[in-house]
């Protein structure tokens, strides 16, 4: 049996976001699985949930080009 209460106060969980973009250069050049993975896992001890990878353009902070990159959605209840 569902409990009505128990309904209501999952539909009405806040939730936090977090979005990381990764540059090439920044995680090994060739986008390594291994410098993925390490960040990945350090979010979660962060108590962070990978909600969604985007790969894409990612701009530098100097001059106009953009390098490949991924960025990262990250998501997390309130407390």
């Known amino acids: 049996m569902v409990d009505v209460r128990d309904t209501v106060e999952d539909t009405m969980r806040r939730f936090e976001y977090r979005v990381i973009e990764l540059r090439e250069?920044?995680?090994?050049?060739?986008?390594?699985?291994?410098?993925?993975?390490?960040?990945?896992?350090?979010?979660?001890?962060?108590?962070w949930m990978l909600k969604s990878i985007t790969h894409a353009d990612v701009k530098g902070r100097i001059g106009p080009g953009a390098v490949e990159g991924l960025i990262l959605t990250f998501e997390?209840?309130?407390a």
């Open 25 to 47: 250069n920044r995680i090994g050049g060739a986008l390594s699985g291994d410098k993925l993975e390490e960040i990945l896992n350090d979010e979660a001890r962060e108590g």
């Open 76 to 78: 997390r209840p309130v």
